[in-house]
T-cell receptor
């Protein structure tokens, strides 16, 4: 059973077209949910950490929110430079210090 | 700026040879580092946890004799792929937590693209 899923698998947006990416998890005892951005051929770049339901974090055009079973990464008026793969990762009680990553959403923003 | 440095970024080697990849924490001490492997268009899979001054902990299915991990100092972990074969070709990424508690985020190096010919 997949513990961390992301949707959609791929998303194409026009520049300025806002949208949201989803990260769902089925575990209990969440200790943290993390969002990363990964450019091709690079390691993931840390974006946000969310620790409890109702928490929100913002950075430029990105806003991350968390509920008890999922997190959303909202992208407002995206630009082509926002094109990347966005990964979420979960840390929870039963898995020690091991982060479990979702499969990612490949975002393409067209000019 | 980058907090974890990984070297080399790319390496091509012949089948049967060994390759060493270095991972350094730049401005902090990391008692634990993590090594991941990533196949094209797939997510990160944890290979092993590198512990300073003790043996690494390997995930199920990862051959510890093939993927040798050494964490000899608080700022350096190395992954050596021994007797490499084409199926070992992949993108290897290291990471470390900068501290601030057990729920702190991981910071990643820029990865090493290994190609075995």
């Amino acid at each position: 059973e997949d513990q961390v899923t992301q949707s959609p698998e791929a998303l194409r947006l026009q520049e300025g077209e806002s949208s949201s990416l989803n990260c769902s998890y089925t575990v209990s005892g969440l200790r943290g949910l993390f969002w990363y951005r990964q450019d091709p051929g690079k390691g993931p770049e840390f974006l946000f950490t969310l620790y409890s339901a109702g928490e929100e974090k913002e950075k430029e055009r990105l806003k991350a929110t968390l509920t008890k079973k999922e997190s959303f990464l909202h992208i407002t008026a995206p630009k082509p430079e926002d094109s990347a793969t966005y990964l979420c990762a979960v840390l929870w009680d039963d898995y020690g210090q091991n982060f479990v990553f979702g499969p990612g959403t490949r975002l393409s923003v067209l000019p | 700026g980058a907090v974890v440095s990984q070297h080399p970024s790319r390496v091509i080697c012949k089948s049967g040879t060994s390759v060493k990849i270095e991972c350094r924490s730049l401005d902090f001490q990391a008692t634990t580092m993590f090594w991941y492997r990533q196949f094209p268009k797939q997510s990160l899979m944890l290979m092993a946890t590198s512990n300073e001054g003790s043996k690494a902990t390997y995930e199920q299915g990862v051959e510890k004799d093939k993927f040798l991990i050494n964490h000899a100092s608080l700022t350096l972990s190395t992954l050596t792929v021994t007797s490499a074969h084409p199926e070992d070709s992949s993108f290897y990424i290291c990471s470390a937590s900068r501290g601030g508690g057990r729920n702190s985020p991981l910071h990643f190096g820029n990865g090493t693209r290994l190609t075995v010919t």
